[in-house]
């Protein structure tokens, strides 16, 4: 959804600077792992930059690669 602007479309790049779900999955694959995963990380580490309260840790349990309790 041009993710970093929420307008409910993922493949829509409205600026070039836009993130798609185009360019996480590049950046999952590239770091072998799924796009579920990728995306999973992404809202935690959005999460800590907008003053989450997670401490920098993955969300329940998850590590920051595989997306599954360590």
């Known amino acids: ?3 970093n602007c929420g307008c409910g ?3 829509k790049r409205h600026q070039p600077t836009d ?11 590239g ?3 799924t796009l579920r ?4 990380n992404v809202s935690a580490s959005s999460n800590e930059l907008a003053g989450g309260t997670n401490g920098g ?4 349990g ?3 690669t595989s ?4």
């Open 1 to 3: 959804m041009c993710l």
């Open 9 to 11: 479309e993922p493949e």
């Open 19 to 29: 993130i798609t779900q185009e360019d996480l999955q590049r950046a999952a694959d």
């Open 31 to 33: 770091s072998g792992m």
């Open 37 to 40: 995963q990728a995306a999973r």
């Open 57 to 60: 840790q993955p969300p329940n």
């Open 62 to 64: 998850e590590t920051w």
């Open 67 to 70: 997306g599954t309790a360590s």
